[in-house]
């Protein structure tokens, strides 16, 4: 897409909105040199990169300085000590400017339209919360494997609509673009096993999901098929730091509903809305984790 007419189009008279692209990594010299470059290469003119290495000890390091010192929308970031991964995730969004955020995996593939799409999404929908691209899952050669993504879009929801359709759905659109604005306002992102539940939870009540289905998001599995107990043990290892506490370690999702019923009683909803999300989350929350035992067998 040609630059002025793309600017044309998205910024209405304005310049256009700065976006940012936050990379928390951890030893992935396998994929992140594609990552980096799939993200250097979207067609929309107006980005910042932050990377943030979370004490990599492979070769990691070496890939994205060579990126850094070659451009300098780049801003690469190396931690002395492996803070956890939530930790690292809440270091770049703070280092950010932008009006819209993303946080990219350094193995996942974005086409180079998905910046500019997103921004015109956001600019013709004022309420927007996250644009996701429409995805798809590769392997660890980049080929494209059968399993599937789901999700919905939830314009023309209203509030509780969106929150029991993200409360069931996948986890996916915490790597779409988000309105920065929305994630200035929430107090607290947590690190606990479900974190990212929690924070589109949050994020559903503040505005619509929407997908972006020109672009597309190439989300690398290459760890192999998971059960739900070897996720759980991932979750809860040194390197991910997300159940630090003994409670935590052995009941990793006994905070889950406690934190999604402090989101919804402090949220802008009106008070009837609250209490229909509250009188329906408990038997709920035992449908989803069967069918999230389910999903991982």
């Not at 995996?105 to 015109?120: K, M, N, P, Q, R």
Request: charged share 25%; glycine share 6%.
């Amino acid at each position: 897409m040609d630059n002025k007419v793309m600017g044309k189009s998205l910024s209405l008279g304005r310049e256009l909105p700065l976006v940012s692209i936050g990379m928390p990594i951890f030893n992935e010299e396998r994929f992140v040199e594609a990552s980096i470059a799939s993200i250097c290469n979207q067609n929309y003119p107006n980005m910042e990169i932050i990377i943030s290495d979370n004490a990599s000890t492979d070769g990691t390091a070496v890939i994205c300085e060579k990126f850094a010192v070659n451009d300098e929308r780049i801003k690469y970031l190396c931690k002395k000590n492996n803070e956890g991964a939530m930790a690292n995730f809440i270091s770049v969004l703070r280092e950010s400017k932008g009006e819209y955020f993303m946080w990219a995996s350094g193995h996942d593939l974005w086409s180079e339209g998905f910046i500019s799409e997103a921004v015109e999404l956001f600019q013709a929908n004022d309420s927007a919360a996250i644009v996701c691209p429409r995805s798809e899952w590769i392997d660890s050669e980049g080929q494209v494997l059968e399993k599937v993504f789901g999700g919905s879009d939830t314009r023309g929801m209203d509030s509780v609509a969106r929150f029991f359709t993200v409360f069931f759905g996948n986890m996916n659109p915490i790597l779409g673009l988000i309105r920065k604005s929305y994630l200035d306002e929430i107090k607290t992102i947590h690190s606990c096993v479900g974190s990212d539940l929690l924070l589109l939870e949050e994020l559903s009540l503040k505005g619509d999901f929407i997908h972006a289905n020109e672009a597309s998001w190439s989300r690398r599995e290459f760890r192999g098929q998971e059960s739900y107990a070897e996720k759980l043990r991932r979750y809860k290892s040194v390197n991910y730091k997300l159940a630090v506490s003994r409670i935590n370690r052995y009941f990793p999702l006994l905070r889950l509903p406690m934190e999604i019923m402090s989101i919804v009683l402090r949220s802008n909803i009106s008070v009837l809305e609250k209490i229909l999300i509250t009188f329906s989350l408990m038997p709920l929350f035992a449908l989803r984790y069967i069918s999230g035992k389910r999903a991982h067998k």
